[in-house]
């Protein structure tokens, strides 16, 4: 199993390239299901789930072809299928798999889809996919850990989520594609893999309108057509890089990125001191200041503060002067790295969904467990600031989100390798 073995202290300068965002790729494969013709996804990720992905489209009997030059193209023909069903050896490390259950349902009228695994950090339940496909017509049954649903052909439907749901609004925005008639997504998640997602599929030959906002509308069609369509950057990636930058009080210039999609992210970096500014259209400029101060942080649905970077600022929170409030709304046990950092020296205290941190405190190097991907990242993070040698065990969850991490640290000066 492999292991991070991190010689903190060094302080990070240079530039470093954002690939394209995992939680942008997945839905995109997934959409090439809907559609006999080939589609060629660009700026794709080589990460662990993108690579799970294409291999459980392939058990489906579609056509996936990943170039070896360049590694970031992605082309699925998914002419006919065969095997309709994600099987849960295939996708048991990875929730993304429930992704096939809209389009194979609208396309096909059958999908036989796992329940989903993936991170450990609370229940992710897809009670609202179920009901919002029996809405559009769906008979589904779920036993021995899977979700069967069948239909002779969705039909538009209001659909109005009790709750947002990023990958609820994508399955059922794919599924609706095909469907008979107007569907309305009411509350539905606005992040900027949706609107990506929207895009595609409306280069596809669907009728999507609203993607971004609350309310979706798609207007169904018989059929979709191949795409060439270029996935967005990672936002998560660039977040995390810019608190590299930060809380190793380094200058890095992060590019390939969209500023406008961590407006979050970047107002608090400046509220705790961090200087911050765009340069060119696609990059950001960071340079951690001497002294950090504490802040506040909730975590939010997009456009608020993301889930996926609360883990990268509780390390940096243990570098700031003062008292820093962390409360989780998305998840329920996204916490688990808190513990790990504790055992660095960190000052943490966690009780429920909420964590205060004190700081600043000196953190000595320990070995340390991932519990999942974006608490992998927060390891590492304070990993670089740590004196002595910390070691990151179970690296695979990064893996799973993080294209050559350790490679792309090292090329700023991090003094990291990998390690069995």
């Known amino acids: 199993m492999d292991k991070f073995v991190i010689e903190g202290g060094a302080r990070l300068e240079g530039t470093v390239r954002i690939s394209g965002a995992k939680n942008a790729a997945l839905p995109a494969m997934a959409a090439a299901l809907l559609t006999r013709e080939a589609v060629h996804l660009e700026n794709v990720p080589r990460v662990r789930d993108i690579i799970t992905m294409g291999k459980l489209l392939a058990h489906m009997q579609a056509h996936v072809e990943t170039p070896v030059v360049p590694p970031t193209n992605v082309t699925i023909q998914a002419e006919e299928i065969s095997h309709a069903e994600a099987p849960y050896e295939m996708v048991k490390t990875m929730r993304a798999s429930v992704l096939t259950l809209g389009p194979l349902v609208g396309r096909f009228g059958y999908a036989k889809v796992s329940l989903p695994g993936g991170c450990a950090i609370g229940a992710r339940p897809i009670d609202l996919h179920i009901k ?52 309305t997504l009411e509350n539905a998640a606005r992040e900027p893999e949706v609107t990506d997602l929207a895009e595609l599929l409306n280069k596809m030959g669907a009728h999507i309108e609203g993607a971004g906002t609350s309310t979706i509308r798609i207007r169904g069609v018989s059929r979709l057509h191949g795409a060439t369509h270029s996935i967005i950057p990672d936002r998560i990636e660039a977040g995390t890089f810019l608190a590299a930058g930060a809380i190793t009080r380094g200058e890095v210039l992060v590019v390939n990125c969209r500023p406008d999609h961590l407006t979050a992210v970047t107002e608090k970096l400046a509220e705790i001191g961090v200087s911050i500014r765009a340069e060119g259209r696609d990059g950001l400029r960071v340079r951690g200041p001497a002294t950090l101060k ?46 790990e950092m504790v055992r660095m020296g960190a000052n943490i205290s966690v009780e429920g969904r909420q964590a205060v941190v004190r700081g600043p405190s000196p953190l000595s190097g320990a070995n340390v467990i991932a519990s999942d991907l974006r608490a992998s990242a927060s390891l590492v993070l304070a990993g670089l600031v740590a004196t002595g040698e910390t070691v990151v065990d179970r690296v695979y969850h990064i893996d799973r989100g993080y294209e050559s991490i350790e490679e792309k640290l090292s090329a700023l000066g991090a003094r990291i390798k990998r390690t069995r």
């Open 294 to 339: 504490g802040a506040d942080l909730t975590t939010e649905e997009y456009p608020g503060f993301a889930t996926d970077m609360q883990a990268q600022y509780m390390a940096l929170a243990t570098q700031a002067e003062g008292t820093s409030l962390i409360t989780e709304t998305i998840f329920e046990n996204r916490f688990m790295h808190a513990s």
């Open 132 to 183: 919002a496909l029996e809405k559009m017509g769906a008979q589904i049954s779920t036993e021995h850990g899977y979700v069967e649903a069948r239909t002779e052909r969705l039909r538009g439907a209001h659909i109005v989520f009790e709750k947002i749901t990023v990958t609820g609004t994508e399955n059922i925005l794919m599924a609706a594609a095909l469907a008979d008639g107007m569907t």
